[in-house]
């Protein structure tokens, strides 16, 4: 049975296109059911009765996830007259608010049948329906009527009413690819930005466009143009560096093939009229009650935008509107309630005084304080009384407080180019307006700082994982940068300072643009670096801009001074350079272990503002940094001392020795080890008579190294005192021993050479436990050179003995250490043999060719790095040159 008023079925009517969905029982379910229906008249081009179809869908949806409990099916129905929206819930049960001609109505901001009576204010038919498993409630919208070929119309205004735009109107056409970039470029475009169409065909949007960068909030630029309508304000970088605010419109569309692309529109941001979507006007119903006509009012009963800017800046425009002023603006107060900061602005810069911080308290009076309602007739006459609106051409302003639960929570304002528009009166409005947003405004500025807390937890985890992964100093410097732009900063530059006596030195800097480092780093050589103040938290550095500003400022007068000529390239990037550090710049110490290491400077473009999060954010990212880059340095400074004691214990350089080729490749495992437990030595003994050596110390990395430098001083030493070979290894056997528990055994090669007259070489050779050494004679066959003999290091009394091998011309003497011999790969081994053969191969070759094959079949043997260190020395006695 229907009330009356209520139809139960509709007239017949041509379905176009339909839309259907279904939503959960749990809260977030309405804003996604609102954005759902949103969408899809938008998308069939029913923008009149957008407003009215999701106000009626949130209270429908909310009836049946909400109070009923049960999922919601939501069908939109398109014919040639208007939309039909269907909601079924599965709690078919609950009854109908009677709204008869004695009926009480029930009063709007009672929950319970609230979306009926909606429906009966708002719709041009509705109804209800029942099935034994679902109640369905339906409404329907028709398009307001319109003359032939009018989309929507708005009234006459005077002309004085009428949006304002310059003479010749620019809108600027780019189309982008599924990928996001762009394929076309029109004239208005190239005339707006400078950019020619072939210089900007194919690359993508994100890198014109300034988006805003904060982590876990708001919709992204690849997101936005996925959707398919949208509406909103940015930036596009221009070519000569400047930024131009922008109001552009998006419209996701696809071509006979079906691939998808958005077409976006784009004009300057005080033409925003152009191209905004007029507001629905309010609708009479003469057979109801006068609704209100307050567009404040009319804004409050629809379903307010989900994200925080969306909200503001619906705010502020119909603020605006309805105490028709020039401009609006609305500030939110930091937690402590001592700075409000401007969050969203319309009819100023918004571009230059978004985000900017102003006290709460700014003089005695109340009319000094946001948290009292003010009525500003001329703002000639008191200079400094809103310092938003210096500069800006507004002669009247009222503002008012947002406050929940007694807090301060933020200040709306009108301001008008005339003087004396607003009174008391505006003011109340203006107050009972604000009173009715606060709440959602507080409700959505927690949310998004619950999500900005969780994207800078995750930004943090991220960063640290980076920085923790290099202890390379140039390499903390780059990721430094790297994760503040453009997340965070337009530009960064890091100082760092290497002890307390030094100044701070411009170490790397870093610009979003990369066609604006040169100069940005040039602007920040010329200038003072900031003070190292150890006190923790961002401070303002005005040096950057200002110096920008002279370097601008002198650049144009020359340029000025030179006639009537084409102005030079040099005044563009001092220009462009001026616009990218013209904003706030800030400096964060960096300190590590109690002292100031360096300075971390963030800037913005010109008339730009860092908000608070985005600080605080950055001053936890400075903190890990400085960690990071203290210990990179002190890694640096250790490796430095490491490499430089390890450099000490090789060979100064090799001996030429005539009618002798000598080759020696070494590879030390570990990082940063230039000297391991193997070892090598080449030198002078006495005329005519040299000494070698290649050992094998037990281990590798520095305690190996000690033994090695022992080790090879010993061997020079004792053999220049006119020790032959098995007496000079007995004596370092002793020495070796003398170490005690530091002491290692050791295998250990040794030999000294004697050129001979006809060419050939004598050697005689001792091979304590060390790997034999090979011999390649010209004819291609390899035989060891020596016997086995015990190592080093483990018995006291050895009986050693020294072999002789004379080496004819042609002949190459290979020795190595275990490191080439013991290289595996899995259960495969190198082994003598292996390596027997590398040298078969090795007829012909000079010792550097031998050498250098045998360390390339080493390496080719097993994917893996070597573990174990290398040692290849190769002798080779080269055959005489032919005579005529």
């Known amino acids: 049975m229907a009330e009356p008023g209520v139809e139960t079925r509709t007239r017949s009517s041509v379905i176009t296109a339909r839309a259907a969905a279904t939503f959960d029982p749990v809260g977030r379910s309405v804003a996604t059911a609102r954005a759902f229906v949103r969408d899809t008249l938008q998308g069939w081009g029913y923008a009149e009765v957008v407003d009215d179809a999701v106000v009626l869908t949130s209270e429908l949806v909310t009836n049946a996830v909400i109070h009923a409990g049960t999922a919601a099916d939501v069908l939109c129905l398109r014919s040639e007259d208007g939309i039909r929206v269907e909601v079924a819930d599965r709690y078919p049960e609950r009854e109908i608010p009677v709204q008869g001609g004695r009926a009480v109505v029930a009063h709007p901001d009672r929950e319970?049948?609230?979306?009926?009576?909606?429906?009966?204010?708002?719709a041009t038919r509705w109804g209800v329906e029942y099935t034994p498993t679902h109640k369905r409630v339906w409404f329907?919208?028709?398009?307001?009527?319109?003359?032939?070929?009018?989309?929507?119309?708005?009234?006459?205004?005077?002309?004085?009413?009428?949006?304002?735009?310059?003479?010749?109107?620019?809108?600027?056409?780019?189309?982008?690819?599924?990928g996001g970039a762009i394929t076309s470029w029109n004239e208005d475009a190239e005339e707006l930005f400078g950019y020619a169409s072939e210089q900007v065909t194919g690359k993508p949007l994100g890198d014109l466009a300034a988006w805003p960068h904060t982590p876990g909030i708001g919709t992204g630029l690849a997101e936005a143009l996925r959707l398919s309508r949208w509406e909103g304000s940015y930036g596009i970088r221009c070519a000569d560096g400047r930024i131009i605010p922008v109001y552009a419109s998006h419209l996701r569309v696809r071509d006979a093939e079906g691939e998808p692309s958005t077409v976006c529109l784009l004009v300057r941001e005080y033409e925003r009229a152009v191209l905004q979507t007029p507001q629905r006007p309010a609708v009479s119903d003469s057979g109801a009650e006068s609704r209100a006509t307050d567009p404040f009012e009319v804004f409050i009963g629809s379903p307010a935008p989900d994200d925080l800017d969306g909200l503001l800046q619906r705010t502020v425009e119909r603020?605006?509107?309805?105490?028709?002023?020039?401009?609006?603006?609305?500030?939110?107060?930091?937690?402590?309630?001592?700075?409000?900061?401007?969050?969203?602005?319309?009819?100023?810069p918004s571009a230059r005084q978004r985000f900017a911080r102003v006290p709460v308290e700014t003089g005695a009076s109340r009319y000094g304080s946001a948290r009292m309602p003010a009525v500003h007739e001329d703002l000639a006459a008191v200079p400094g009384a809103v310092p938003l609106l210096e500069g800006t051409g507004m002669r009247s302003v009222v503002t008012v407080p947002l406050k929940v639960e007694g807090r301060l929570t933020g200040s709306l304002g009108v301001a008008a180019e005339s003087s004396n528009r607003y009174s008391n009166e505006e003011a109340l409005r203006l107050q009972f307006a604000a009173?009715?947003?606060?709440?959602?405004?507080?409700?959505?500025?927690?949310?998004?700082?619950?999500?900005?807390?969780?994207?800078?937890?995750?930004?943090?985890?991220?960063?640290?994982?980076?920085?923790?992964?290099?202890?390379?100093?140039?390499?903390?410097?780059?990721?430094?940068?790297?994760?503040?732009?453009?997340?965070?900063?337009?530009?960064?530059?890091?100082?760092?300072?290497?002890?307390?006596?030094?100044?701070?030195?411009l170490s790397y800097v870093l610009h979003e643009d990369e066609d604006r480092i040169d100069g940005l780093k040039a602007l920040l050589s010329t200038i003072a670096p900031p003070d190292p103040v150890p006190t923790p938290g961002a401070r303002v550095w005005a040096a950057p801009a200002e110096a920008a500003h002279r370097a601008a400022l002198s650049t144009s007068m020359r340029e000025l001074g030179q006639g009537s000529g084409p102005l030079s390239s040099g005044i563009d990037t001092t220009l462009a350079t001026a616009a990218a550090v013209g904003g706030e710049t800030v400096v964060l110490p960096l300190v590590a272990r109690n002292r100031v290491i360096g300075m971390l400077t963030l800037g913005k473009p010109s008339d730009d503002h860092f908000r608070q999060e985005i600080l605080e954010l950055a001053e936890d990212l400075s903190r890990r940094a400085a960690l990071a880059l203290d210990n990179a340095r002190l890694y640096s400074e250790r490796m430095a001392i490491s490499q430089s004691l390890q450099r000490s214990l090789l060979p100064p350089g090799l001996p030429q020795i005539e009618n002798v080729e000598v080759e020696v490749i070494y590879r030390a495992a570990g990082e940063g080890n230039e000297v391991g437990g193997d070892f090598y030595d080449l030198f002078p003994i006495r005329d005519n008579a040299y000494g070698f050596a290649i050992g094998d110390v037990c281990g590798t990395g520095p305690e190996a190294a000690a033994v090695t430098g022992l080790a090879r001083h010993a061997l020079r030493l004792l053999a220049r005192e006119g020790f032959g070979g098995p007496a000079v290894l007995e004596r370092l056997n002793a020495a070796i021993l003398d170490e005690g528990a530091r002491s290692r055994f050791l295998?250990?090669?040794?030999?000294?050479?004697?050129?001979?007259?006809?060419?050939?070489?004598?050697?005689?050779?001792?091979?304590?436990?060390h790997p034999l050494p090979l011999r390649l004679r010209q004819n291609?066959?390899?035989?060891p050179a020596a016997d086995p003999q015990p190592l080093l290091g483990v018995i006291d009394d050895l009986e050693l003995y020294e072999q002789n091998i004379t080496l004819e011309p042609g002949d190459v003497l290979l020795c190595v250490t275990d490191g080439v011999t013991e290289r595996r790969e899995g259960t495969r081994m190198l082994g003598d043999d292996g390596l027997a053969e590398v040298l078969k191969t090795c007829t012909g070759l000079t010792a550097g060719a031998v050498a250098a094959r045998v360390l390339r079949a080493v390496e080719r043997f097993a994917q893996e790095p070597a573990s174990d260190d290398m040692a290849i020395l190769a002798m080779r006695i080269p055959e005489p040159l032919p005579t005529d």
Request: hydrophobic share 45%.
């Open 112 to 122: 319970n049948g609230r979306g009926l009576l909606l429906c009966a204010a708002l």
């Open 140 to 178: 329907q919208l028709d398009l307001p009527e319109r003359a032939i070929g009018t989309r929507s119309a708005g009234p006459v205004l005077p002309d004085a009413l009428l949006p304002v735009a310059d003479s010749r109107v620019r809108v600027a056409v780019a189309q982008i690819d599924r």
């Open 319 to 348: 603020a605006r509107d309805m105490l028709d002023g020039d401009s609006a603006f609305l500030l939110l107060a930091t937690d402590d309630e001592t700075e409000l900061e401007v969050r969203a602005t319309t009819g100023l």
């Open 435 to 505: 009173d009715r947003i606060a709440l959602a405004v507080e409700s959505a500025r927690l949310g998004e700082l619950e999500r900005l807390r969780r994207g800078s937890l995750s930004f943090l985890v991220e960063a640290s994982d980076l920085l923790a992964g290099t202890l390379d100093r140039d390499q903390t410097l780059a990721l430094m940068a790297q994760m503040t732009v453009p997340t965070l900063a337009t530009w960064c530059a890091v100082y760092t300072i290497a002890d307390q006596a030094s100044d701070p030195y």
């Open 747 to 769: 295998t250990l090669l040794y030999g000294e050479l004697w050129p001979q007259e006809d060419g050939s070489a004598l050697l005689k050779v001792v091979c304590a436990g």
């Open 780 to 783: 291609g066959t390899v035989v």
